[in-house]
Structure formats: structure tokens, C-alpha cells
């Protein structure tokens, strides 16, 4: 059996834990990475892959996945997750610590996870296996929120605008070596925790901004999108996949109410 693992963060919840299930299904080797044992404990009994507790907000837990992970088999693909957006105050309003927050685990931690799993990256690449697989895989997630600035974004915007800058220079930086970088950027998906978390627990406020729109992406839509781009034959590089539901048009044109012919 071609059995390839791959490394996933936010794996506790919403598009994490969508994308390590679906790898799982897929016949991946799975290693979940989050913050919360709980919620780990839970995706293992059910999927029965691997987890690993760690905040990729310090590098002494990144250092020890690394470590787990240089012992216990090849890495094929890193998946960059975890991430999550604070606040939605005007560049002027806006907590200062919100913004900390959102640069540390959107940029600053996907680069630590990048930094510290390279090397096991480059050393499946190099190696391959016996079904050819002379490649590995960087996937980062970041949003449309990182290509389209919108007022109530503020720091969202400007950490996944960071974010996506990194990966771009990420794909130069690695030109030359077998080494896909990919970026999948969603636009609105509903999920339990992000929205909630953005409006620091205001249920209200998370039904008005789901209220009336006709299928917004689901975490299963996105981890779709993650596991084909990964699949696809090792010379074919999707640099960034852009999706949004139907009824979002672009970041300003959302239409709420039922989608029909004119």
C-alpha cells in the first residue's frame, strides 16, 4: 500500500480536523497537530491516526514535533492549518494584541512549522519510495482575506496579506528542488469555532453573518480542495486555489437569499 504521511496543524477543529480525516480516508499516514489533548484524544479514537499536542506558537513544541517526527518515519507533506482571525476593529481601533495574536499563529507559526520540517521534506523528496514519489508538499492556508482588503479586517487582512507574501517567496526560495508550494485561500466558510472566535463569543453576531446565504463553504469543501491539490501527479504545482461559495461573488458582493436563474 502507497502509504505517505502527512503533518497537519489545527487538526482539533473545523478545516484541520476536515483535512486529517479526509487524508485518513484516503490511506495517508496522518499526524494531527493542535493545541487542545481533548480534542486530539477524540479525532484519534475516531479516525485512528496519529496526534501530537502542540501550540505552534512556541518553538519548543514545533522543536518537539520535529523531533517526534525525525523518529518515527518520512514526511511527505506539511499542512499549515492552524491560523485564526481576533477582532474586527478598524486599524485605528483595534487591539494591538489581537493583531500579535493573528501574526503569531497565522505567519509566525506556519513559518516555524516550515523551518523545522523542511529537512524531513527535502529528505522524502530526495529519497522517494517505491511507488516514485521523488516529491513533497508545503500546503498553507490562508484566505481570500490575504488578496482583498475589506473594512471590519484590519489585522486579518494584513496577517493573511502576510502570510500569502511568504508563500510566494517560499516557492522562489525553493525553485530547483521537488518541492510543491501550495496556497488555498477560502473565502467565506462556516465553521463551529472561527466565527465564534472572531466576535469574541457573540453567537449574534455569527448568525447575521451566515444569515440567509445559500451553502457558504463547509471545512469538508476546503479539505477537498487541500487533499486533490496534494494528489495530483508530482510535476503539477497548483500554486494558489481560490474558492468561495456561489453566493459569494468576491468580498464585497455576497448574496443572501436563494440562488436562482434570471
Known sequence: MDERRVVVTGA????????????????????????R?????????????????????????VDA????LSKTGPVHTLVNVAGGAFGTGSVESSDPADWLKMFDVNVIGAKRMI????????QSAKHGDEFGHGHADIV??????????????SGYNAAKFAAHG??????LELAGEPIRVIEVAPGMVKTDEFALNRFAGETAKVEE?????????LAADVALAIVHSVELPGHINIDLVTMRPVAQAAQHKLIRGALKVQ
Open 166 to 171: 511568504m508563500v510566494g517567496a517560499l516557492r
Open 140 to 153: 498553507t492556508l490562508t484566505s481570500t482575506a490575504g488578496h482583498i482588503a475589506y473594512e471590519g479586517g
Open 37 to 61: 489533548a481533548d480534542r486530539l484524544a477524540e479525532l484519534a479514537a475516531e479516525t485512528g491516526i496519529d496526534v501530537f499536542e502542540a501550540d505552534v506558537t512556541k518553538q519548543t513544541d
Open 209 to 217: 453573518l451566515y444569515a440567509g446565504v445559500e451553502a457558504p463553504l
Open 65 to 68: 514535533l520535529a523531533d517526534y
Open 115 to 122: 523551518t523545522a520540517l523542511l529537512p524531513l521534506l527535502r
Open 12 to 35: 482539533s477543529s473545523g478545516i484541520g480536523r476536515a483535512t486529517a480525516q479526509l487524508f485518513a480516508e484516503h490511506n495517508w499516514k496522518v499526524v494531527g497537530v493542535a493545541r
